[in-house]
């Protein structure tokens, strides 16, 4: 007898490729051997009613003897994929499937490369640095029937979905009818108050008498059983843009205005409506919602701070119109694009909304941009302390061209003559009076110099260290080194020339 030229392997392969390519020609799809052969078995062209949809995708076929001793506890079937095809197919463009047949039984079980790696990355992190193989999980239900298959066209076409819609309209026509029973008549109501007033619904049951999709729709997702179904309608909403201006009267106080601030709908009903500037970077979200009974409209407005960070005079805007509306008054609401306006009354509320203390920062940061010319953005964190200490003296200095300090630290370094004078006073008891001339200054303020001019600092304090320090550090020191000196209990002013005499 001859050697064998041909392996049992090798037969069951080519057997399991026939049976698979005939039972997906019943089904209906086109399917051939790629060229060159790189790994992949087949390119298979979905067709619906004998029509090509033009999308295609591949199939890697296993064949196995013992398709039924493989499935496991959870409903899976598992099998060993190398680690490097997994990493290959992931890069393709059009869905990969994973099919094992069983050439016995003349069925298989499927399941698309990017599931399987969803299932690997949650469940198995490090799969990616084993050698060779790694086990993968692949669905029990998924096999390869006619509902199987129709359930893997389905599936394909949530992958390609932008590929399959692009330039397509979708449509929905819907008939509901709500049965006089308790589920019934509480889908109704809920289906009304959708209407009214845009609010997410879900319809399920007997409620859907026919549900039909847009043609190019239905090829991909459609027949199902309408038992089954259920559809979640969510918020009607509206992508274009509101512009939306706000005046506050309140009941003590000045009126306050928010101009040309941009909406957009995002709850609309026959009845009600909710507008909101969330998708906008602007310091204060706001929430407007008007209900309409009859001929009469209410509404409502709430705000919250999300940060504080833009131009000074922005956000006082922003933190008066917040304390108007503390206070409780009118508030008048004008819709530019369909030139219409309503008002309506608010109660005050008993909330300190607003830092008086950021307020106040922030008043005395306008006065500051104004004179100085100096532009200003407050960062979306807030006001650090530095910050708040450098707002309050480029105020003083702003307002009044002197800066007065008492009871703080001081640090200088002194070396020679000015050192020896001042161990002198020190050992005296007496403070230490000087007077600094400098042209130029400046105060350091969100990380930014701005500039003050000619500045003369007179202070009086006392130095920190004992005489013995002071007198060891000294003769341990070199002729040209200084010594550091920390003042404490200082008093003293900044005179400020240019801002004295209005020149700045």
């Not at 094992?100 to 698309?112: A, F, H, K």
């Not at 309209?169 to 209407?195: E, W, Y």
Request: with cysteine; charged share 25%.
């Amino acid at each position: 007898m001859g050697n064998r030229r041909s392996s049992i392997q090798l037969e069951q392969e080519q057997k399991s490729r026939h049976q698979l390519a005939e039972r997906l020609i019943d089904f209906g799809w086109h399917c051939t051997s790629p060229s060159p052969d790189l790994g992949e078995d087949f390119i298979v062209d979905i067709y619906h009613d004998g029509q090509n949809t033009g999308v295609n995708f591949y199939i890697q076929e296993k064949s196995v003897t013992n398709l039924a001793s493989r499935k496991t506890k959870d409903d899976y079937l598992v099998y060993p994929l190398k680690v490097k095809d997994l990493k290959h197919w992931k890069s393709f463009s059009l869905p990969v499937a994973l099919v094992i047949w069983d050439v016995i039984l003349r069925e298989g079980r499927w399941c698309l490369v990017k599931d399987m790696i969803s299932y690997l990355d949650q469940n198995n992190p490090k799969w990616r640095k084993n050698k060779s193989d790694v086990q993968v999980y692949v669905p029990w239900k998924n096999n390869t029937s006619d509902e199987g298959l129709r359930r893997l066209k389905v599936e394909i076409g949530k992958q390609v979905y932008p590929l399959i819609s692009f330039g397509k309209d979708l449509s929905i026509n819907m008939k509901l009818a709500f049965p006089k029973t308790p589920d019934g008549m509480n889908l109704q109501k809920a289906f009304d108050l959708h209407i009214k007033e845009g609010e997410p619904v879900t319809i399920k049951g007997d409620v859907i008498q026919e549900l039909k999709f847009s043609d190019w729709w239905e090829t991909w997702f459609g027949g199902f059983d309408l038992k089954n179904a259920e559809i979640h309608i969510g918020e009607i909403s509206h992508d274009r843009p509101v512009p939306i201006s706000f005046k506050i009267i309140p009941t003590k106080g000045k009126t306050v205005s928010l101009l040309n601030l941009e909406f957009k709908p995002i709850r609309v009903g026959t009845e009600f409506i909710k507008f909101s500037n969330e998708h906008t970077s602007c310091p204060l979200l706001l929430t407007l919602s008007m209900r309409r009974e009859g001929d009469v409209s209410q509404g409502s407005l709430t705000f919250l701070f999300r940060h504080v960070g833009g131009e000074p005079h922005e956000i006082m805007g922003f933190l008066n119109f917040a304390k108007a509306m503390v206070l409780g008054g009118k508030l008048r609401v004008e819709f530019h694009d369909i030139n219409q306006s309503t008002s309506t009354d608010f109660p005050s509320a008993n909330l300190e909304v607003i830092d008086p203390i950021f307020s106040d920062l922030v008043q005395k940061l306008c006065v500051i941009q104004d004179k100085t010319g100096h532009f200003v953005r407050i960062p979306n964190e807030g006001i650090s302390r530095k910050d708040a200490n450098a707002i309050l003296e480029l105020f003083e200095i702003v307002e009044h061209g002197e800066v007065h300090y008492t009871d703080s630290i001081m640090s200088l370094g002194l070396k020679g003559d000015g050192l020896k004078m001042l161990l002198d006073l020190h050992k005296q008891g007496k403070p230490i009076h000087l007077v600094l001339d400098t042209p130029d200054s400046y105060v350091e303020l969100f990380g930014e110099k701005i500039k003050t001019g000619p500045m003369k600092r007179d202070t009086t304090g006392f130095v920190e260290m004992r005489v013995q320090e002071i007198e060891a550090a000294i003769n341990v020191l070199l002729p040209e080194e200084a010594l550091d000196i920390k003042l404490v209990k200082v008093n003293g002013t900044e005179t400020l020339s240019d801002w004295q005499s209005g020149k700045l």
